[in-house]
C-alpha cells in the first residue's frame, strides 16, 4: 500500500517508510486530531472523522493490528466563551459536546477509537514535556507564569508546510501583552486569568496552550514515534508544525512516519462561515438527508481532494446508497430462492473486481475509484439478475455476496439508511395490495400497482410458484 506522505509530498509504500518488517511491535499506531468539544460537530468535521475511520478498517482489513487514538479538547477559550455566554461550568460545556459528539459519530458508523484522551486529563503529561523543553532550551518562562516554546531553537521549523523561518516571521506580529522572544513563538502554558479553568505548575497557576495538547496525549499513548498522524489539511499550519517541534524537541526522535491531511468542504462552491450563512452541523444535514448519506458523500472522492457540498450531491449520494441497498437485496433474494448447484455464475470475473477494488485502495486509499469498482460489479451483475427465469451456482453467488460485503464494510456503509426502510415498508404494502387484487381477479388495479412499483425501482414477474420480484 502506498499513503501520499504530506511531509515529503509524495506516495510513499507504507510499510516500507515505517520499517514494518524489522520492527518488534506490529501494531500500526494512529492519531488522529479531534474535535475541540464547545458545539455539535459542523459537516467539515465529518470529513476526517470517515475517510480516516476507512484508513482504519482497511488496515484491519490486510491484517495489521491497529492503536487508534483520537482526542477531545477540552481546554480552550471556545469553550471558556461558550460556558460564560451560557453561566455554566467549563466542563459541562465540554462533557455536553463530547456525548453529542458520540452520537454523531455513532451515526456516522465511526468506529470509536481505542483511546479518547481528554486534554484536561493530561495536564501533568503536558508539564512534563514543558519542562522538558524548557531543559533542552527549545522553551522559555516569562516573569508573568507563560511559557513559550522557542521556534529559533528548532531547526527546519516550517518543514512540515514547506515555509521558511524567515517566511513565518514576514508578517507576524507580537501582542504587546506577550513577552515572546519571536513572532513565531508560540504558548506552551498560559498563566491563569480570572474566570478561566487552571492548574497548578511550576510557573504558577495556568492551563495549556492548544499545541501541547496533542503531543502530550500523543506520546502517552502511543509513545514518542507513530507511524501515521492525521487531520484535516487546515492543522497542517501551525497546529501540527508546532506538533512535530514540540514533540521532537522533546524526545530527539522522530515524531511521526507518516502526516495524511483530508482536503477541505466547500459549500456551494464557496469556503463554509458562519458569516456567509452557510455554516452546517452534522446534526442538521443529517435531520435533512441521513447520516449514511453524509459518510458517502465523505468518501465519494478522493481524500485530499476538495469536496464540494451540495443539495444535488447530497440527492446523488442516497441514490447511490440505494442502488447498494437494492443490488444487496436482489443478491439475497437469487441466493435464497434462485440458486442451483449447476447453475449458471453469475460473474465469472469475480476476483478481477476484488483486485481492482485492492488496487484503488492500496493506492492512497482511493475510495472514489473503489467506488466505482463496486459499482462496474454491480452494472454486470444486474443484467443477469433481471432474468427470473435463470438458475444462479450457489457457490458463485455466495462468493459474490461475501465480496461485496467485504467491500462495503471496509467503507463503513450499509449499515443503516431510514429512506431504504421507508421505500422498502411502501413496496411491501403495494406488493401485498397487488397480490391481493390479482387473487380477486382485479387485473386493472393489479397492473396499475405494477407501474408504482416499477417507479419505485421494482420490477415483477409473476410465475406458478408465487412473484418474483427485482430492485434496479
Given at each position: 500500500?502506498k ?18 518488517s524489522?520492527?518488534?511491535?506490529k501494531?500500526?499506531?494512529?492519531y ?22 476507512v ?15 483520537q482526542n ?13 455566554k ?7 460545556i465540554?462533557?455536553k459536546?463530547?456525548?453529542?459528539y ?6 456516522l ?18 508539564i512534563d ?15 508573568s507564569g ?6 529559533l ?11 521558511t ?6 508578517g ?24 478561566e479553568?487552571?492548574?497548578?505548575s511550576?510557573?504558577?497557576l ?24 492525521c487531520?484535516g ?11 512535530i ?16 491531511h ?11 462561515s ?9 446534526r442538521?444535514?443529517s ?8 459518510r ?7 481524500y ?9 450531491a ?9 442502488r447498494l ?7 439475497n433474494?437469487?441466493?435464497n430462492n434462485k ?6 455464475n453469475?460473474?465469472?470475473n ?37 432474468d427470473?427465469?435463470?438458475k444462479f ?10 465480496c ?10 450499509l449499515?443503516k ?19 391481493l387484487?390479482r387473487?380477486?381477479k ?5 397492473d ?6 416499477y ?18
Amino acid at each position: 500500500m502506498k499513503l501520499y506522505n504530506s511531509f515529503s509530498r509524495t506516495k510513499e509504500d507504507f510499510e516500507s517508510s515505517i520499517n514494518f518488517s524489522a520492527r518488534s511491535d506490529k501494531t500500526i499506531k494512529i492519531y488522529v486530531c479531534g474535535p475541540t468539544v464547545y458545539d455539535y460537530i459542523h459537516i467539515g468535521n465529518t470529513r476526517p472523522m470517515c475517510v480516516f475511520d476507512v484508513l482504519r478498517r482497511y488496515l484491519k482489513y490486510l491484517g495489521y493490528n491497529v492503536k487508534y487514538v483520537q482526542n477531545f479538547t477540552d481546554v480552550d477559550d471556545k469553550i471558556i466563551n461558550r460556558a460564560h455566554k451560557e453561566n455554566t461550568g467549563f466542563f459541562d460545556i465540554s462533557e455536553k459536546f463530547i456525548k453529542e459528539y458520540k452520537i454523531d459519530a455513532a451515526g456516522l458508523n465511526v468506529m470509536p477509537a481505542d483511546v479518547h484522551p481528554k486534554a484536561s486529563e493530561t495536564i501533568q503529561e503536558m508539564i512534563d514535556m514543558i519542562n522538558i523543553l524548557i531543559k533542552n532550551k527549545h522553551a522559555y518562562a516569562t516573569e508573568s507564569g507563560d511559557v513559550y516554546f522557542d521556534t529559533l531553537s528548532f531547526e527546519n521549523y516550517g518543514k512540515l508546510s514547506n515555509q521558511t523561518l524567515s517566511d513565518l516571521q514576514t508578517g507576524a506580529r507580537i501582542d504587546p501583552n506577550e513577552a515572546k522572544k519571536n513572532a513565531t513563538d508560540f504558548a506552551l502554558w498560559k498563566a491563569s486569568k480570572p474566570d478561566e479553568p487552571f492548574w497548578d505548575s511550576p510557573w504558577g497557576l495556568g492551563r495549556p496552550g492548544w499545541h501541547i495538547e496533542c503531543s502530550a496525549m500523543s506520546r502517552k499513548f502511543l509513545g514518542d514515534t507513530i507511524d501515521i498522524h492525521c487531520g484535516g489539511q487546515d492543522l497542517m499550519f501551525p497546529h501540527h508544525e508546532n506538533e512535530i517541534a514540540q514533540s521532537e524537541g522533546c524526545t530527539g526522535v522522530k515524531f511521526s512516519y507518516f502526516w495524511l491531511h483530508n482536503g477541505y468542504i466547500n459549500i456551494n462552491d464557496t469556503k463554509m462561515s458562519k458569516s456567509l450563512n452557510n455554516f452546517f452541523t452534522a446534526r442538521e444535514i443529517s435531520e435533512k438527508y441521513g447520516y449514511e448519506a453524509i459518510r458517502y458523500f465523505m468518501i465519494s472522492g478522493h481524500y485530499k481532494s476538495p469536496l464540494n457540498y451540495t443539495e444535488r450531491a447530497m440527492q446523488q449520494s442516497i441514490s447511490s446508497i440505494q442502488r447498494l441497498y437494492n443490488f444487496k437485496e436482489n443478491l439475497n433474494f437469487a441466493i435464497n430462492n434462485k440458486i442451483s448447484e449447476s447453475g449458471v455464475n453469475l460473474l465469472e470475473n469475480i476476483n478481477k473486481y476484488k483486485q481492482d477494488f485492492l488496487t484503488a485502495m492500496n493506492d492512497d486509499l482511493n475510495t472514489s475509484d473503489a467506488l466505482a469498482v463496486i459499482f462496474s460489479m454491480i452494472k454486470e451483475a444486474n443484467i443477469k439478475l433481471s432474468d427470473f427465469d435463470v438458475k444462479f451456482s450457489v457457490k458463485n453467488l455466495e462468493k459474490i455476496a461475501n465480496c461485496f460485503n467485504e467491500f462495503t464494510s471496509i467503507l463503513g456503509i450499509l449499515y443503516k439508511n431510514e429512506n431504504n426502510i421507508k421505500n422498502q415498508e411502501e413496496i411491501d404494502i403495494l406488493l401485498k395490495d397487488r397480490d391481493l387484487a390479482r387473487i380477486n381477479k382485479k387485473w386493472e388495479k393489479s397492473d396499475e400497482i405494477r407501474d408504482k412499483l416499477y417507479k419505485l425501482g421494482v420490477a415483477v414477474k409473476d410465475t406458478p410458484n408465487g412473484t418474483n420480484v427485482f430492485k434496479f
